[in-house]
Each structure stands twice: as C-alpha cells, then as structure tokens.
C-alpha cells in the first residue's frame, strides 16, 4: 500500500458488510480510501450491512447488475464492493482531468465535494459521493458564502435586540437552502432566516453555510 502511495496511485477499499465497528483491511490501512454503502434508495440512510469503523466516503449500495446465465435480465444485488468501484470511477475521471494531482491532493478534493449528511455520523465520514462536484460538473453548486452585514466578523447586541444577517452567495445561481449554527451558550439564539437575538450576557459564535455544504461556510462573532 505504501509503494502504491509513494508512486502516486491511489487505493479505494470497500469498508466490509458486517455491519461492525470492527476495522477491516485493507479498507482501514492507511492511504486507502475506505468506502461505505448507503440504503437502498436512500441519500441519507446506511445500509444495514454496512461496516462503521473508519469510513471516508459513502456511495450507493445496492445496484442493477446482468443476471449470470441470461442475456435479458438484470437482478438487485447490495455490498460495500459496488459502492467501492463507483468512488474509483470517479477518482479515474478526476484523474484524467488532473493527471499530476497525488492521493492527498485527490482525496482533499474528493471529501471537500461530498454532499454533507445531517448530523455528520461517523458511518458516513465525509459525506455522499457527489461526482457532478467533484468533476466540476455542477455549475451551480456554491463555491463560496459570505456574510455582507455586517461589514465585519464581529457584532455587538445589548439583550433583547435583534439583528438580521444578509449573505451572499456564489455563484447566484445556487437556488439550495441555507442553514445557521451557533455553539449554543444560550447568549443568542439564530433563526432560518439569520435573525440573531441577544438572549444573555455573553458571546457565541453564529456559522452559515449552504444545505449539503459543511465545506462553505462563513462566521461572525457576537
């Protein structure tokens, strides 16, 4: 694994179908990218055969395949081995577009184009394959977010006032939703809509970043 690294090759391994927490090799080895299975037709679910331990990326689980001793018929078939090969395909795209980019360069790329998981679980690690993002395919997706009021990263409320963030998003296109965060010490409380409300003495941190994108993001400090 260590030659193939140092030789700029890059390994994807399927993270088993035990549905363990258990490591499994060489999935778990270092400079091997560990893939998971999501649930059948699902974009958000594991899949109940899924290994958890050490997992990187997840992609579908559950495909289409020909049916052995047939030429007219296909059948459902599940396992972390048809999620591992659609991450491969997408790094062997990538690959063509960036034939010098090394195995951190590719796996950097790769985790920051995943659309996020809500709740960021651990069987999910860096999200869902998005191949459009990771391609550059996506015109549409958001490159950056910024908050433009206020002007700066800090605001000062006295409590009971209100102040209503504005962002702005690139590119314009982007038509997805935005979501607002805070480190919940009970200073503020932040609405969907970015209304910031001062609650107590204190400070908190508020963050923004588009649904989907835990990479893009944006903070300013109360």
Same mark, same amino acid.
């Given at each position: 694994?260590? &030659?193939?690294?140092?030789?700029?090759?890059t390994?994807?391994?399927?993270?088993?179908?035990? *549905?363990?927490d258990?490591p499994s @090799?060489?999935?778990?080895?270092? %400079?091997?990218?560990?893939? /998971?299975?999501?649930?059948?037709?699902s974009? #958000?679910?594991?899949?109940?055969?899924? *290994?958890?331990?050490?997992?990187? !990326? $997840?992609?579908?689980?559950?495909?289409? +395949?020909?049916?052995? /001793?047939?030429?007219?018929s296909? &059948?459902? +078939?599940?396992?972390?081995?048809?999620?591992?090969p659609?991450?491969?395909?997408?790094?062997?795209?990538? &690959?063509?577009? %960036?034939?010098?980019? +090394?195995?951190?360069?590719?796996?950097?790329?790769? @985790?920051?184009?995943?659309?996020? =998981?809500? /709740?960021?679980?651990?069987?999910?690690? %860096?999200?869902?394959?998005?191949?459009?993002?990771?391609?550059?395919?996506?015109? *549409?997706?958001?490159?950056?977010?910024? =908050?433009?009021?206020?002007? *700066?990263?800090?605001?000062?409320? &006295? $409590?009971?006032?209100?102040?209503?963030?504005?962002?702005?998003?690139?590119?314009? #296109?982007?038509?997805?939703?935005?979501?607002?965060?805070?480190?919940?010490?009970?200073? !503020?409380?932040?609405?969907?809509?970015?209304?910031?409300?001062?609650?107590?003495?204190?400070?908190?941190? $508020?963050?923004?970043?588009?649904?989907?994108?835990?990479?893009?993001?944006?903070e300013?400090?109360?």
């Open positions: 694994i260590n &030659k193939c690294y140092n030789a700029g090759i390994l994807v391994g399927a993270a088993g179908n035990y *549905n363990t258990e @090799y060489p999935a778990s080895n270092n %400079h091997v990218i560990s893939v /998971g299975s999501l649930a059948e037709g974009t #958000t679910q594991k899949a109940g055969f899924s *290994n958890t331990y050490g997992i990187d !990326i $997840v992609a579908p689980g559950y495909v289409q +395949t020909a049916d052995r /001793g047939t030429s007219s296909y &059948k459902s +078939t599940s396992g972390t081995s048809f999620s591992a659609l991450v491969t395909g997408a790094i062997a795209l990538y &690959k063509q577009q %960036h034939p010098n980019a +090394t195995p951190d360069q590719i796996e950097e790329a790769l @985790y920051a184009s995943c659309d996020a =998981i809500s /709740g960021n679980p651990s069987w999910a690690g %860096h999200g869902r394959l998005n191949v459009d993002r990771f391609l550059g395919l996506d015109e *549409n997706s958001p490159q950056s977010i910024s =908050i433009t009021s206020p002007s *700066n990263d800090t605001l000062e409320l &006295k $409590v009971g006032e209100t102040y209503q963030l504005q962002y702005s998003i690139e590119p314009s #296109t982007f038509t997805g939703d935005v979501e607002f965060t805070t480190y919940e010490t009970g200073a !503020i409380s932040v609405s969907s809509s970015g209304l910031i409300t001062a609650l107590a003495e204190g400070g908190d941190t $508020v963050s923004i970043n588009p649904v989907g994108f835990s990479n893009i993001n944006d300013i400090e109360r």
